[in-house]
């Protein structure tokens, strides 16, 4: 499972921004969708890698966040909130939006977990670094650009008022052909973490099945 914990960068001096974060971030397949958890914090729960990559990208193309990905099991059953929600990928979370906090230059994303983790975290960070480089006037471009759809630079041109050679040439300096090939690389290491989280799970599971201790919570 992957627990996302987004916090806010300098929001004592600033508005309170969780109200725009969240409208953002609506409509992802979330198992717990996202909510406030704590002053200007908001946390969800997903079970899918692709929809954690890309509630962690939509955090960071805002440009006033800090994301935090954690990795590992939940207590279970799921409670209806987030904010009732347990387990150690809450504890994983935690971790990396901290670390995401101290990163200076770097865009502000970690992701904490077992063997596939710390690779998942350096794919986000490269696709953070082409996010945050980019000018208004290219995301002007790009926002009418749809990933993956056939003639999309020519349906881009025509709404915008400029030529196909524009939007290529925007494009290619954006750098959003390379994002969008790297999304999935991202989404595959993380779904690697979280299969290597499974199998220590069950591991655990195994283990204290053969050395009984007590009744344990259960996790998936």
Known sequence: MFV?????KGSRSGRDRVPDLLELLRGLP????????VGDEVQGLTADAGTAVDAALRA????????GIGVGAVHTPLPASTREASGPAFVAARDAVERAKKTGDRPPVAVTGPAGAAEAEAVLVL????????????????????????????????????????VGKTIARAGWQEEWAARPAAAVLLARAGENSARETRAGEKSAGEHPAGVETGTI
């Open 60 to 67: 960071l193309k805002d440009g006033h966040w800090s994301v």
């Open 30 to 37: 979330m198992d717990l969708p996202f909510e406030r958890s």
């Open 127 to 166: 696709i953070g670094r082409l996010i945050r480089d980019r000018t208004a006037e290219q995301w002007r471009v790009l926002e009418q650009v749809e990933p993956g759809t056939r003639g999309a630079q020519s349906a881009a041109a025509r709404k915008l008022g400029i030529s196909p050679q524009s």
């Open 4 to 8: 996302l914990t987004i916090d806010q």
